[in-house]
């Protein structure tokens, strides 16, 4: 099959198009053709910076992680999956699974579920690492019906599913962003947007929440932003972030009496721990995409399985609203 390989990790490596073999079905697995899959920061953090991180696989590597396709082989022991199912998930590129910047990848079941009818295969591979990232750090922070949840950087991959995800579940939502286009999408998917760039902390919180300050918070942006995020929290409030490889002092969650959540939606793949929780996410996750609760947002640019390399040039150019995806024509 052709794949895009990376051979040397670094600042300058290169994807090149190769013949590999076709993978082999085994048990417990599916051999998916690919029809699409997405770009996510991680993919590129893995391109440059190789085995300084503990995920990156060996080279010649195979990356990309999210996908949708249709199902051409069901290995051993596999009931809820036929020939010609449409599947998404994320299930590869990274330690020792190859990725989906292929023609085909196998497939654990745990990593995969049903592709929601109402999207395209586009739409759906630009879903599964952003929307399990949100589900599980609203979930984890106990979102509720009627709460008012603040998301950083709601026009974002992740931040993008969060704001609709908790619009989805009751809540009232409010997101921040940097510039027109960013707060207008934030609009579009039903947050009050938030000018970060002009609007003091303070002054939102008074605004939206009389000061008391937000129920829960998305932090997608995390780092440094976490202090705004203990800043804007409401007392025993719950902050939630994807982004925490930071040194902070904690004292104001402290005295706010704050509880911190960190997702790092990555664990299952890489531990092979509680896998099957992905598939569950994924299938909820299409159940709210069908009832119109969940939309993906694509990048205007369409790239091919050749162009990977532009792909993540695109990610990384800062210029993309919306998922950058990849097509296997």
Same mark, same amino acid.
């Given at each position: 099959?052709?794949?895009?390989? &990376?051979?040397?990790?670094?600042?300058?490596?290169?994807?090149?198009?190769?013949?590999?073999?076709?993978?082999?079905?085994?048990?417990?697995?599916?051999?998916?053709? &690919?029809?699409?899959?997405?770009?996510?920061?991680?993919? *590129?953090?893995?391109?440059?910076?190789?085995?300084?991180?503990?995920?990156?696989?060996?080279?010649?590597?195979?990356?990309?992680?999210?996908?949708?396709? *249709?199902?051409?082989?069901?290995?051993?022991?596999?009931?809820?999956?036929?020939?010609?199912?449409?599947?998404?998930?994320?299930?590869?590129?990274?330690?020792?699974?190859?990725?989906?910047?292929?023609?085909?990848?196998?497939?654990?079941?745990?990593?995969?579920?049903?592709?929601?009818?109402?999207?395209?295969?586009?739409?759906?591979?630009?879903?599964?690492?952003?929307? &399990?990232?949100?589900?599980?750090?609203?979930?984890?922070?106990?979102?509720?019906?009627?709460?008012?949840?603040?998301?950083?950087?709601?026009?974002?991959?992740?931040?993008?599913?969060?704001?609709?995800?908790?619009?989805?579940?009751?809540?009232?939502?409010?997101?921040?962003?940097?510039?027109?286009?960013? +707060?207008?999408?934030?609009?579009?998917?039903?947050?009050?947007?938030?000018?970060?760039? *002009?609007?003091? &902390?303070?002054?939102?919180?008074?605004?939206?929440?009389?000061?008391?300050?937000?129920? +829960?918070?998305?932090?997608?942006?995390?780092?440094?932003? +976490?202090?705004?995020?203990?800043?804007?929290?409401?007392?025993?409030?719950?902050?939630?972030?994807?982004?925490?490889?930071?040194?902070?002092?904690? *004292?104001?969650?402290?005295?706010?009496?704050?509880?911190?959540?960190?997702?790092?939606? +990555?664990?299952?793949?890489?531990?092979?721990?509680?896998?099957?929780?992905?598939?569950?996410?994924?299938?909820?996750?299409?159940?709210?995409?069908?009832?119109?609760?969940?939309?993906?947002?694509?990048?205007?640019?369409?790239?091919?399985?050749?162009?990977?390399?532009?792909?993540?040039?695109?990610?990384?150019?800062?210029?993309?609203?919306?998922?950058?995806?990849?097509?296997?024509?």
């Amino acid at each position: 099959m052709k794949a895009m390989q &990376i051979k040397t990790y670094g600042e300058n490596a290169q994807f090149e198009v190769a013949e590999v073999d076709k993978p082999e079905v085994k048990p417990g697995h599916v051999l998916v053709k &690919i029809a699409a899959s997405s770009v996510n920061t991680v993919d *590129t953090m893995i391109r440059k910076m190789g085995k300084e991180l503990p995920l990156s696989p060996d080279t010649p590597a195979i990356l990309g992680m999210d996908f949708a396709g *249709t199902v051409e082989v069901v290995g051993e022991g596999v009931t809820d999956y036929s020939v010609g199912d449409e599947v998404y998930g994320c299930a590869g590129g990274l330690a020792d699974l190859p990725g989906t910047l292929a023609e085909y990848i196998v497939a654990d079941i745990d990593l995969i579920a049903k592709k929601p009818r109402n999207l395209s295969m586009r739409e759906a591979a630009a879903l599964p690492l952003v929307a &399990i990232t949100a589900y599980e750090g609203l979930q984890r922070a106990g979102i509720k019906p009627g709460q008012k949840v603040l998301v950083h950087g709601g026009s974002g991959g992740v931040g993008h599913v969060a704001v609709q995800l908790a619009k989805h579940w009751g809540a009232e939502v409010f997101s921040t962003g940097g510039g027109e286009s960013q +707060l207008a999408l934030i609009e579009k998917l039903g947050g009050i947007p938030i000018n970060y760039k *002009t609007e003091p &902390i303070e002054d939102y919180v008074n605004k939206h929440t009389d000061g008391a300050g937000f129920d +829960l918070i998305f932090d997608s942006v995390g780092g440094e932003n +976490l202090s705004k995020s203990f800043e804007a929290a409401a007392l025993n409030g719950q902050v939630a972030t994807t982004v925490s490889m930071v040194e902070l002092d904690l *004292t104001p969650a402290h005295f706010k009496g704050l509880s911190l959540h960190v997702v790092f939606m +990555l664990i299952p793949m890489l531990h092979n721990f509680r896998r099957d929780d992905h598939a569950k996410i994924l299938s909820d996750l299409a159940t709210i995409s069908e009832s119109g609760g969940l939309q993906p947002v694509l990048d205007e640019k369409q790239f091919t399985l050749e162009e990977a390399g532009q792909a993540h040039a695109r990610l990384e150019s800062g210029k993309a609203m919306g998922k950058v995806v990849v097509e296997n024509l």
